[in-house]
C-alpha cells in the first residue's frame, strides 16, 4: 500500500544559485529513505514538477556517501541575479517548490 506525501514530510532541501542556474539539494531525514527517493524523485519529475519555473534542463547528481541529492537546473533564474527583475532572484523559494512534489509513499500493512 502506498500513502500520498509531500516531499517534504520526509525531506529537505536548501538552494544555490550561480547566474542563471538553480542548484537544489534533496536530503532525507532519515536515511533509508535514500533509496525510495532515488527510485521516485528523477530529473525528469522534478523537471515536470517545476515546468513553470525552470525553463532549460535539470540533471540529477546523487551522493550516496552522504544519502543526499543535487539537482542543477538550468535557465531557471529569469535571466540570473544581476539581470533578473523576479521577486526572488537568488532562487531560495525553489527549495519549497521542490519539496510541494506529492510522491506515493510506501506504508507498512500490519
Given amino acids: 500500500m502506498t500513502k500520498t ?31 525510495f527517493l532515488k527510485e521516485i524523485v528523477t530529473a525528469e519529475k522534478v523537471k515536470m514538477h517545476l515546468k513553470d519555473i525552470v525553463m532549460g534542463e535539470v540533471t540529477r547528481y546523487e551522493v550516496p556517501s552522504i544519502k543526499a541529492f543535487n539537482f542543477v537546473c538550468t535557465n531557471s533564474l529569469l535571466g540570473g541575479v544581476t539581470t533578473s527583475v523576479s521577486l526572488d532572484t537568488h532562487g531560495k523559494s525553489f527549495s519549497s517548490a521542490l519539496l510541494e512534489m506529492e510522491v506515493q509513499f510506501p506504508i507498512e500493512c500490519d
Fill in 5 to 35: 506525501i509531500k516531499l517534504y514530510e520526509i525531506a529537505h532541501s536548501r538552494t544555490g544559485d550561480k547566474g542563471n542556474i538553480i542548484n537544489l539539494s534533496l536530503i532525507p531525514y532519515i536515511e533509508k529513505d535514500y533509496e
